[in-house]
């Protein structure tokens, strides 16, 4: 112990080896002097580095202590083995602290910084307090001393054990640069933090502020539809840590478990599903929308006709959302096929108006399949350009060989794209553009599309309202061809099928572009689009599996 004088940097004579398993050093820090006078040492317990303590002299015999009782503990299933270094003999301990004679007491002193401690504390079941959860990445988790299960003691001073969790807050709160912490460790065994590579989408919006189940608002994780999270331990069946994967700090926080939110998503569903809420079955006849973009001429479109059903049946909490999605990431090979490109919106809200401007931006790039329909070939039509015009009969075969991902009957004629003119497309490598009604996105929903499906929605009433108005007079000035109209019904209408589009199916978007002012939506889109080439996207691990 004369050690404990020498030269800062010095490395003390307190180190012992078990089975490589860990090691406990002291390192004289010289530079920094405490107020008392002492000098401060600084502990390491590899391998979890870098060093995580900065303690007085005065405590460094209660630690002494304790950490030569654990290696004797170690020493006891080891005894036959010789371990070098030989241990100098135990010191006294200081007669003024019973307590700490008791088996692993362990003070430990944290440095304050603005970062949060990333522990949590709750009563256990014997009245005392103990460290609930320790957040990964955070700083206790980094100072690797403090554990879940961990008992606590007293906190600066403070005998705790009688507290109520929110009164030893304060007392954290209170202490200025560093805290004590007295506990006794826990007997669960301490696990190293294995770093999960579990990355989900999230694909609800969660707020733990909001959340009164939450064990600990502080310590939750506030998220997004869409954001891309690494679950870092799923220890706890219902509360799992994760981080968002490009967070720097790399703190983790809690976020309600897939079984947790998929129980709670259950519940609401049978609380607010009434018997007319029936969910339809893909690709049929008589549930399955016409797109506008089938005809040509929309001189009878009813706006009402196609979305009268989802206002009528699709309540807003008709649905059975999953939870998380199981993600990867993913990089297009030089020789793959671009992602299949779904553009989802009511009728009339510009997704045929943002695909055609996309189309006309860059044609080499992008494109669009050519539907099928059973009526005549107009005189200025093209076979095979602006449709595959094919016999009533020939039609009916596809349909029950399921070629077509949606089709319809208007005006007595078929109308309807087939997988095969998307696989064109693809085979083109081009980035093919398909709008389609949101139930469709399921049967696309695979390996081969990896489709990226985006949301096309209308900004608010008066906004819809004023850019359409507005629109409507600058192409009365510039075009012959007349504008379509819109009554308020419409935009109501628009707004509220929008609303149950998204409420049912909004889990599978992950793009909502709103179309508000048209240059500014494209330009949007535009840039999305690219984005989605240059960076690395995430899928859904099914999709990399197969
Ligand atoms: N942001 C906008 N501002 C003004 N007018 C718009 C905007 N977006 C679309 N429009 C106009 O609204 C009308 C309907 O757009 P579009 O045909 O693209 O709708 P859609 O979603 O494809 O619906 P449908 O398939 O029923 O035609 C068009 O006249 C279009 O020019």
Same mark, same amino acid.
């Given at each position: ?180 912490? /007295? ?12 770093d999960t590579k579990i990355f989900v989408r999230t694909l609800f919006d969660y ?14 994780l506030?998220f997004r539809r869409g954001d891309v999270l690494q679950i870092v331990?799923q ?5 799992w840590?994760a981080r968002r994967h490009e967070d ?7 976020i309600?478990s897939k079984?947790?939110q998929e ?58 959302i999953p939870s998380y999605q199981e993600v990867v990431p993913y990089n297009r ?6 992602r299949l ?61 399921? /070629? ?37 996105i399921k049967?696309?929903y695979t390996t081969?599309f990896k489709p990226y499906v ?49 409420? /049912?199916?909004g889990y599978l978007f992950e793009k ?19 984005r989605l080439?240059?960076e690395t996207n995430w899928i859904p691990k099914t999709w990399a599996q197969a």
């Open positions: 112990w004369a050690a404990l004088s020498t030269a800062p940097g010095e490395q003390l004579g307190v180190r012992c080896l078990a089975q490589g398993h860990f090691s406990y050093g002291l390192t004289a820090k010289g530079s920094n002097r405490q107020p008392s006078g002492h000098r401060a040492c600084s502990l390491t317990s590899s391998p979890r580095l870098p060093p995580v303590l900065d303690m007085e002299i005065v405590n460094i015999f209660k630690l002494v202590s304790l950490l030569f009782q654990n290696l004797l503990s170690v020493h006891d299933t080891v005894a036959k083995k010789d371990y070098d270094p030989k241990l100098p003999p135990l010191p006294p301990l200081p007669a003024d602290d019973e307590e700490d004679k008791e088996d692993s007491v362990r003070i430990i002193r944290l440095v304050k910084s603005k970062e949060p401690l990333g522990a949590t504390i709750k009563k256990d079941g014997i009245g005392g307090i103990v460290v609930a959860r320790i957040m990964r990445g955070g700083a206790a988790d980094r100072s690797g001393l403090i554990h879940e299960g961990d008992k606590l003691r007293e906190v600066n001073g403070v005998p705790v054990e009688d507290k109520r969790p929110e009164e030893i807050v304060p007392i954290l709160a209170k202490s200025d640069g560093a805290v004590t912490f /007295k506990v006794i460790p826990g007997t669960k065994e301490e696990l190293e933090a294995e707020n733990p502020k909001e959340d009164p189940a939450i064990p600990c608002k502080d310590a939750g506030e331990s220890e706890d069946d219902t509360w840590q720097p700090n790399l703190r983790a926080g809690l309600p079984q947790l129980r709670l998503n259950t519940q609401q569903k049978s609380e607010h599903t009434t018997p007319n809420n029936t969910i339809q079955r893909p690709n049929s006849t008589k549930t399955t929308g016409l797109r506008r973009s089938f005809r040509l001429s929309r001189k009878d479109h009813k706006i009402h006709d196609t979305q009268a059903r989802w206002t009528k049946s699709e309540g807003p909490r008709a649905r059975n090979k030089p020789r793959e096929s671009y490109v779904l553009l989802v919106g009511p009728s009339g809200v510009g997704v045929s108006e943002l695909k055609r401007k996309l189309l006309l931006s860059d044609p080499e790039h992008f494109g669009v399949p050519v539907p099928h329909t059973t009526r005549e070939c107009r005189r200025y039509e093209r076979k095979g350009v602006e449709y595959h015009f094919v016999s009533r009969h020939a039609f009916e075969k596809d349909i029950l060989n399921h /070629k077509f991902i949606e089709y319809g009957e208007h005006g007595g004629n078929y109308y309807g794209t087939s997988i095969d003119s998307v696989r064109r497309v693809l085979a083109e490598s081009k980035v093919c553009l398909q709008d389609v009604e949101p139930h469709v049967i696309l081969e985006v949301f096309v929605k209308p900004p608010a009433m008066q906004q819809l309202r004023l850019s359409r108005r507005r629109a409507k007079i600058l192409s009365s000035r510039n075009e012959p061809t007349p504008m379509r109209t819109f009554s308020d019904a419409d935009f109501e209408d628009m707004i509220k099928t929008a609303q149950a589009m998204e409420n /049912k199916y909502i572009i709103i179309n508000d002012d048209l240059a500014l939506a494209f330009t949007e889109i535009r840039a999305e689009l690219a080439e240059k």
